[in-house]
Structures are given as structure tokens and as C-alpha cells.
């Protein structure tokens, strides 16, 4: 198997800073100055891996949704066949998980800058679509009853609640309100009269 270039490792430290400016400033608060000094280059060696300030924004949005794309596909992966409530809710909220918060925060930055970016407005949707569809399955499986409206609601609440958990990592939030957290989805999903 060969090894990866030197080119691609570069793009992929930039890019990585990238993603650590935007979590932290915010898509238009992620300069260049920012994004050079966070990957300890200078900047003109920004415009040569990645491109110009548009070229960079599309790469890190590609980066972005193909990582949160990569965690639905795990989740996706550990739920079936047979997966419960129960087993999706501890696989989101449990801490010995490797999650990195930044891609959830950047994602949140992105969907912020839209209005001014509305190229990135369809990957977004389309990316959480398919985490709410892995989501459905297992509500739908425990609940066949419930309608699919029913089923739709629970499903974006215990998305919320998850993606909330992230969006407070910059506070260093007390480890109670994971548990806070975990016990909202779970309340959720025994509205459709699943056992949790």
C-alpha cells in the first residue's frame, strides 16, 4: 500500500487546523492568520495546499460532513440488525466513545453561515438526514406502532439533545449534565412507549 504524500498530509494539517479555528471563531472568524499559525505554517503555504479562502471553506465543509458522515455510518454499523433505544442512546452519550467535539462545533458554525455560504446549506441537511434516518430505524423498530410523525419528533429531539452535549464542550460543562442529557433522549424515546 503506498504511502500517503507528503502533499496530502500537509492538506490534511491544514485542513485539521482549519477545523480547530472554525470550533473555536467561528467560519468567518477563522482567518487565515489563525488557520496558518494553528497549523504552524506561514500563509501563503495555506493557498498552495488548499487554495483560496472559498476553495478552503468547500474542503473544510467536505471534511466536515464526510466525518459526521463517517460517525452516522459507525452508529448505523453498531445498531444493526438489532440494536435497541437503550444501545443507541449509551452509544451517543456515552464518554468512552471517541467523539471529537470540534467537527460538532464547526458543523454548528457552518450551518451559522449559510445566509452568507448557501452552497453549503444542501451537504448539511442531506448529513443530518442521514443521522436522523439511523436514529428513525431503531425508534421505528421498538415502537411500530408509534406514526411516523411521532417517530420524526423523538428522533430530532434525541438529535438535539446529542448535538447540544457537544455544543456545550467549550463551557467544560459539569459530567452531570451528560447524565442530564442521556436521561432527556431517554424520556423521549419512552414517549413512544419503548422500553428504555
Known amino acids: 500500500m503506498p504511502r500517503p504524500s507528503l502533499k496530502d498530509q500537509r492538506s490534511e494539517q491544514i485542513l485539521d487546523a482549519y477545523l480547530t479555528c472554525v470550533s473555536r471563531f467561528g467560519l468567518e472568524g477563522a482567518t487565515q492568520e489563525r488557520v496558518a499559525t494553528e497549523a504552524g505554517v ?62 460538532m462545533l464547526a458543523y454548528q458554525s457552518l450551518v451559522t453561515s449559510v445566509a452568507n455560504h448557501p452552497s453549503m446549506r444542501q451537504p448539511l441537511v442531506d448529513s443530518l438526514e442521514r443521522f436522523f434516518e439511523v436514529i428513525e430505524v431503531v425508534l421505528k423498530r421498538a415502537a411500530p406502532d408509534a406514526s411516523a410523525t411521532q417517530i420524526r419528533a423523538v428522533s430530532q429531539g434525541i438529535a438535539a439533545t446529542y448535538v447540544n452535549l457537544d455544543s456545550l464542550t467549550p463551557l467544560n460543562p459539569p459530567e452531570a449534565w451528560r447524565e442530564e442529557l442521556k436521561q432527556a433522549a431517554q424520556i423521549l424515546a419512552a414517549s413512544l412507549g419503548t422500553t428504555v
Open 42 to 103: 506561514k500563509r501563503p503555504i495555506l493557498r498552495h495546499y488548499l487554495g483560496n479562502k472559498d476553495q478552503m471553506t468547500g474542503a473544510l465543509i467536505n471534511h466536515v460532513v464526510d466525518r459526521f458522515a463517517q460517525a452516522t455510518i459507525s452508529l448505523r454499523g453498531a445498531l444493526e440488525p438489532t440494536g435497541t433505544t437503550a444501545d443507541l442512546i449509551d452509544l451517543l452519550f456515552d464518554k468512552s466513545v471517541p467523539n471529537d467535539p470540534r467537527v
